[in-house]
T-cell receptor
Framework: AQSVTQPDIHITVSEGASLELRCNYS??????LFWYVQSPGQGLQLLLK??????LVQGIKGFEAEFKRSQSSFNLRKPSVHWSDAAEYFC???????????FGAGTTVTVRA | GAVVSQHPSWVICKSGTSVKIECRSL??????MFWYRQFPKQSLMLMAT?????????EQGVEKDKFLINHASLTLSTLTVTSAHPEDSSFYIC??????????????FGPGTRLLVL
């Protein structure tokens, strides 16, 4: 079955430090992959997406993600976090011929001063 | 661009009543709209997929008679929770996307509707 896994439930990082959120996928073929961010009580905002081509994807708010086929991963990174980056982050995948998104369980990011 | 709105943003209702939630794509025509449910501290679970002008496709375990979905136009989909009960209390989120040929575009999410059934 297709699935997306986020191994880290909660990550705490200091403001200004780098951040990496892990995402692994299990699909029969290379899926479309997405990272979304959700602030408390809000809907989801698309940070970036990977469909094909360059495996390093740039997104909004200074985020980037790297698709690694050999590791079935699509990890999200940010070189220097800001207090406003504290939120819930969801990785999601979809088959290329099926538009349904499967979400990971999410990773809560806490930013300490 | 690609803005999706939901109304209301939150609603409190008595057990046994029905609640309608609207999802609108404001600046694009949404061929497909999706409805998700999110429990506290949990991920989003897809409830159903609706295509404009046709019946919604429900995910396994979702009661179609309880969660009525209508996608009457390319910019509006509604979710009606019929005879709501406390266990229906949740955060309901819609998303919308366009289809270009066989290519399904990115889903854009609404801000969500928090439902509390007393």
């Amino acid at each position: 079955a297709q699935s997306v896994t986020q191994p880290d439930i909660h990550i705490t990082v200091s403001e200004g430090a780098s951040l990496e959120l892990r995402c692994n996928y299990s699909y029969g073929a290379t899926p479309y992959l997405f990272w979304y961010v959700q602030s408390p009580g809000q809907g989801l905002q698309l940070l970036l997406k990977y469909f094909s081509g360059d495996t390093l994807v740039q997104g909004i708010k200074g985020f980037e993600a790297e698709f690694k086929r050999s590791q079935s991963s699509f990890n999200l990174r940010k070189p220097s976090v800001h207090w406003s980056d504290a939120a819930e982050y969801f990785c999601a995948g979809a088959l290329r011929d099926d538009y349904k998104l499967s979400f990971g369980a999410g990773t809560t990011v806490t930013v300490r001063a | 661009g690609a803005v999706v709105s939901q109304h209301p943003s939150w609603v409190i209702c008595k057990s046994g009543t029905s609640v309608k939630i609207e999802c609108r794509s404001l600046d694009f025509q949404a061929t497909t709209m999706f409805w998700y449910r999110q429990f506290p501290k949990q991920s989003l679970m897809l409830m159903a997929t609706s295509n404009e002008g046709s019946k919604a496709t429900y995910e396994q375990g979702v009661e179609k008679d309880k969660f009525l979905i209508n996608h009457a136009s390319l910019t509006l989909s509604t979710l009606t929770v019929t005879s709501a009960h406390p266990e229906d209390s949740s955060f309901y989120i819609c998303s919308a996307s366009r289809t270009s040929g066989s290519y399904q575009e990115t889903q854009y999410f609404g801000p969500g509707t928090r439902l509390l059934v007393l």
